[in-house]
């Protein structure tokens, strides 16, 4: 690859290679115990069991404020705050799945068991950080928009309902900036040697699969993209694209990037150059079959009813596609950037 502008900043160095976490305890246990492996009881060898900063640093203190602020947001709503349909299902699976696993990183960092995982624990962590942040600010904008109203709703729920759900809005909100502030501390900083998933193009190939979701969803209600060839082609293109990052996010995760036979570094800059003209094809093409006058309807039609027409699931397509597509296209040209070196 070639070397970053002069008047760049250096790039950050990831490292890339075996898995992470083969050891059964910190680092100094896989450098001198060469007969450490998974569910071994053997002694550590020097030092606690428990991890304070695990807790106490920054990061830390990000992820107990995560799990303090998730807990309460779905216990609110669980208790009297109330949901239903498809977008209070979501908010609470949102929650409860970012719960759920904050609470095992937590237990992972602090007893130290992250170590016997045989997974790349920057990788995960950093991943898993990035998708807990778009899943929960989805919540935190779908439950207000859905349930939550300053004027108090009929009884047997009252005021006391209303109450409930303003404060789990708020503990929503909360909750979003608090997986933010994990993000921005572990995002890898010019000149620093880190995970992939920890740079911008890791974490970019988290919200494209994120982004590829709601594309999918719009799909399926009642958008009619299998009636012309061309918008079966697109999605096709979604899919490719998203089972393509899916795969690199999973390399990533399992430690397995350098066993590929290839360099990992070049076979994803020539996916993502890839990924960047499949989505310009679709972003010429979805448009056209659904909007122009002699495929589609150029504008909404009357008679469509709100919430359940195909137009709107077309446009909500278009605007993601074109949303995607600049995503791949930042990706491509901050992998241009990227050092990689192999892990140690």
């Known amino acids: 690859m070639s070397p970053a502008s002069p008047l760049l900043p250096p790039a950050p160095t990831i490292t890339t290679g075996g898995s992470e976490g083969t050891g059964c305890w910190p680092p100094s246990c896989r450098d001198r115990e ?17 991890h304070l900063g695990a807790v106490t640093s920054p990061v ?21 705050g109330g949901f239903g349909g498809a977008q209070g299902t979501f908010c609470m699976a949102a929650w409860g799945f970012c719960f759920a696993l ?21 990788n ?36 006391t309902a209303r109450d409930f759900r303003l404060a789990a809005s708020v503990f929503a909100a909360l909750l979003f900036l608090a997986y933010a502030v994990e993000v921005a501390l572990t995002r890898a900083r010019p000149g620093q040697v880190a995970s992939y998933m920890a740079t911008v193009s890791g974490l970019l190939k ?43 996010v999973a390399l990533s995760v399992m430690g397995h990037t350098g066993g590929l036979g290839c360099p990992f570094e070049r076979l994803v800059v020539v996916y993502t150059f890839l990924a960047v003209l499949l989505y310009l094809s679709a972003a010429v093409t979805w448009p056209v079959f659904c ?35 600049l995503l791949y296209v930042a990706d491509l040209a901050y992998s241009q950037r990227i050092r990689f070196v192999p892990a140690l």
């Open 291 to 325: 909007f122009d006058p002699k495929y589609g309807e150029p504008q909404r039609p009357p008679d469509c009813q709100a919430g359940d027409c195909p137009w709107d699931s077309q446009l909500v397509v278009a605007i993601f596609t074109y949303v995607n597509l």
């Open 124 to 159: 995960f962590t950093a991943a898993f950080a990035m998708l807990a942040t778009l899943l929960s600010a989805t919540a935190a904008v779908i439950y207000p928009l859905y349930y939550t109203r300053l004027e108090c709703p009929p009884e047997p729920a009252g005021c």
């Open 102 to 122: 904050s609470g095992l990183v937590v237990t992972c960092e602090f007893t130290q068991l992250h170590s016997c995982l045989r997974l790349s624990w920057g």
């Open 34 to 50: 060469a007969g450490c492996h998974m569910g071994s009881t053997m002694e550590p060898p020097g030092g606690g069991y428990l």
């Open 206 to 248: 988290i919200v494209q699969a994120f982004v590829a979701c709601i594309i999918f969803g719009a799909l399926v209600h009642d958008s009619r993209y299998g009636r012309y060839a061309a918008t079966q082609w697109c999605v096709a293109v979604y899919s490719l694209c998203f089972l393509a990052t899916v795969a690199v």
């Open 60 to 80: 830390g203190t990000a992820r107990v404020l995560q799990l303090a602020f998730g807990c309460t947001t779905f216990s609110l709503v669980a208790h009297r």
